[in-house]
């Protein structure tokens, strides 16, 4: 039952929900216009890949100073000036004339939503303190993030089709605009309940090793590669010896929130890997054009997001290891349809393995993020949601660069589809082992 006090913060978990819509939106919605993209600005293939790495890369590199710096300012002031800048840079990519003034204005609301993100989620659990509405709460929140994914490339497609790419950027600023009066409305001021510091060393470590190991893996870069272990390795160091760290490094050693991340991180890094291979296999291997194939993979999509409120409303009931359980068995089943797919093999036949990762998804996301954030304290939300969202942005890029690399050029046939078989093998593969690690880490209840 929802209680009266859960209906009047309603506003304030929609205008919160409305900044994740944003963030989760331009992850999908400007693969669709690459190609428009790369004729007007006369931008080959490598540069069209920074216009979408460029907000990505960002993203996961500064999630956590975002989180910490809301611990420390207030997280309604963080989500503010988050939305801000998300919203210049976005009138900034619809205003490029080159593309590496696209690019840096990509970078920009990179940025912008690395500050917003985790201040949303902090904000949702600070409103709904007790357990059952919080879990209400965050079904919510995660189903618009799905329907947001969702949106994304039947978005961008039509509105490509319509006005070219450049409205695609224009819409985000009227939303920004509303989600920014929707904040300063609604969401009560932050104090935060001890005096702390900007952990600044932490913060440039954690973006440089998150930053350079994204590149390494997208570009395949190995002098990237070192220059991460050797920031990763300084920002343990540092965390170790620092008064007052970003990363407080005894928030690791709770069982449960250790093991819930890490089943987050293998839920996007398949499930955002698996996004691209399958659009891939929809374009280059049944022919179908980029808005067919947005409309094919929605099946995927459609669950995910119906299924988020219902999700947070049984994890409320029954605790988030059932329902992570059931999400991963799912969804382990249907990567394991991959297999059947062959080089006459039709749209049907890829429906399953879509329709079971949706609804296996649906059913993880809210209750991952409920165990993730369950036993932190109150004056630590920030960096508690920043550490699950860096976990599952960083994972879902590294998924996108080795799902691609497995599954190969598409141009030809047989080695894709053969790519394809052991994408799917492996990915079933991760989630039978993050089954392992819900029994042992998550509690029952």
């Not at 932190?376 to 976990?391: H, K, Q, V, Y």
Request: hydrophobic share 60%.
């Amino acid at each position: 039952m929802i209680t009266h006090a859960a209906r009047s913060k309603t506003p304030l978990l929609l205008a919160m929900c409305a900044g994740m819509f944003l963030v989760q939106l331009d992850v999908t919605v400007v693969n669709v216009a690459l190609p428009t993209i790369g004729t007007e600005l006369r931008a080959g293939l490598g540069a069209q890949q920074w216009v979408v790495d460029g907000y990505s890369v960002v993203l996961a590199a500064l999630l956590l100073t975002g989180g910490a710096l809301g611990d420390v300012f207030g997280h309604r002031r963080i989500v503010h000036i988050g939305l801000t800048i998300f919203g210049a840079a976005s009138a900034l990519c619809a205003l490029a004339g080159l593309v590496p003034w696209l690019v840096l204005a990509r970078a920009g609301q990179g940025l912008g939503a690395a500050l917003l993100l985790p201040g949303t989620l902090a904000v949702i659990t600070g409103a709904y303190p007790e357990r059952r509405e919080r879990a209400r709460a965050l079904g919510v929140w995660a189903g618009i993030s799905a329907v947001a994914l969702a949106a994304g490339p039947l978005l961008g497609g039509f509105v490509v089709a319509a006005w070219g790419w450049r409205p695609v950027f224009w819409l985000n600023v009227p939303v920004v605009v509303l989600a920014i009066l929707a904040t300063q409305r609604f969401v009560p001021p932050h104090v935060p309940t001890a005096r702390r510091r900007v952990d600044v060393a932490g913060a440039l470590t954690a973006a440089l090793a998150l930053g350079s190991g994204v590149f390494a893996v997208i570009d395949a870069n190995v002098v990237a590669a070192v220059l991460a272990v050797v920031a990763v390795a300084a920002f343990v160091v540092i965390e170790h010896r620092a008064a007052d760290p970003m990363l407080p490094l005894n928030l690791l050693r709770s069982r449960a929130t250790a093991g819930a991340n890490l089943v987050a991180m293998a839920m996007n890094f398949v499930g955002l890997g698996s996004i691209l291979v399958l659009t891939l296999y929809l374009q280059r291997v049944l022919g179908a054009d980029s808005l067919v194939a947005a409309l094919e993979v929605f099946p995927m999509f459609l669950p995910l997001s119906a299924l988020g409120p219902l999700s947070g409303r049984l994890a409320a009931r029954f605790g988030p290891r059932p329902l992570m359980l059931a999400g991963l068995a799912l969804g382990a089943l249907s990567l394991l349809n991959l297999l059947r797919l062959g080089p006459d093999s039709g749209y049907p036949a890829l429906l399953p393995t879509m329709l079971g990762l949706g609804v296996g998804m649906g059913l993880l996301t809210p209750a991952v993020v409920t165990a993730a954030v369950a036993g932190i304290p109150a004056e630590r939300a920030g960096i508690a949601s920043g550490i699950n969202n860096t976990a599952r942005q960083a994972a879902g890029a590294l998924g996108v660069a080795v799902f691609g690399a497995a599954a190969g050029e598409p141009a030809h046939r047989d080695a894709f589809l053969t790519g394809l078989h052991t994408v799917g093998l492996a990915a079933a593969a991760l989630w039978v082992a993050a089954i392992a690690v819900t029994l042992v880490t998550v509690p029952a209840r």
